[in-house]
């Protein structure tokens, strides 16, 4: 395996700031040469997400398509490991029931993962269901709290992709809390 890797404050985020990349021009800065399990795909698709090119595109596009096709499954995504510290994560908040962490390949200065400890399910947001209204209102709650905590209350953006034409990549529900650059809108 070959690994190179830089910090995102070292280099991304004042990029980012001063407006000279936008999301999809961030560089690829982690490249894993290892044969990758249908688990793992939810660090592919970040990979890809570091080009904007059609070809990039439509990789990103088949391997949310790919884990869309397992995500009935039942088998355990990525962030189980990090629920169970089986991989590290850059956790900023934990309660019983969310756990939020930073997001291996940010698209802004300030980008965090919230998930439920339990999935229950919700494996996406169509999947919800009436007994998951009090967990859905939690972290929505919960985003909050955190955006306040990383001091981005001013303004931020909070993103559910909801399966494969959302481009979603991991199949356990997840918010993305998303700030610290001007934000363009429309969203891609
Ligand atoms: P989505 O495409 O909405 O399913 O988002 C999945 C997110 O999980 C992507 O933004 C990835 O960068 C992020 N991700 C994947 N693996 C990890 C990991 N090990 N640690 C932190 N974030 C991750």
Same mark, same amino acid.
């Given at each position: 395996?070959a690994a190179?890797s830089?910090?995102?404050s070292s280099?991304?985020a004042?990029?980012l700031?001063?407006g000279?990349w936008?999301?999809?021009?961030i560089?690829?800065t982690?490249?894993?040469l290892?044969?990758l399990g249908l688990?793992?795909?939810?660090?592919?698709?970040? !990979?890809r997400?570091?080009?904007?090119s059609p070809r990039?595109l439509a990789?990103e596009?088949?391997?949310?398509?790919?884990a869309?096709a397992?995500?009935e499954?039942?088998?355990?995504t990525i962030?189980?490991k990090?629920i169970?510290?089986?991989i590290?994560a850059? !956790?900023? *908040?934990?309660?019983?029931?969310?756990?939020?962490?930073?997001?291996?390949?940010?698209?802004?200065?300030v980008?965090i993962l919230?998930?439920?400890?339990?999935?229950?399910?919700?494996?996406?947001?169509?999947k919800?269901?009436?007994?998951?209204?009090?967990?859905?209102?939690?972290?929505? *709650?919960?985003?909050?709290?955190?955006a306040e905590?990383e001091g !981005?209350?001013?303004? *931020?953006?909070?993103v559910?992709n909801?399966?494969?034409?959302?481009?979603?990549s991991?199949?356990?529900?997840h918010?993305h809390?998303?700030?610290g650059r001007?934000m363009?809108?429309p969203?891609?």
């Open positions: 395996m190179l830089f910090p995102f280099i991304q004042p990029l700031r001063a000279k936008s999301c999809s021009q560089p690829r982690r490249m894993n290892k044969p688990s793992q795909i939810g660090i592919l698709a970040p !990979i997400r570091g080009f904007s990039a990789d596009e088949a391997a949310a398509k790919a869309a397992v995500a499954t039942g088998a355990p962030f189980d990090i169970k510290k089986e590290p850059t !956790i900023v *908040y934990e309660d019983a029931k969310v756990l939020a962490f930073r997001d291996i390949n940010p698209q802004a200065p980008h919230l998930i439920p400890k339990i999935r229950d399910g919700l494996t996406q947001l169509s919800a269901e009436p007994r998951h209204a009090e967990i859905l209102g939690h972290m929505l *709650y919960t985003a909050k709290v955190v905590g !981005i209350s001013e303004g *931020y953006r909070i559910i909801n399966g494969p034409s959302a481009c979603q991991v199949y356990h529900l918010l809390i998303i700030g001007q363009k809108w969203a891609g």
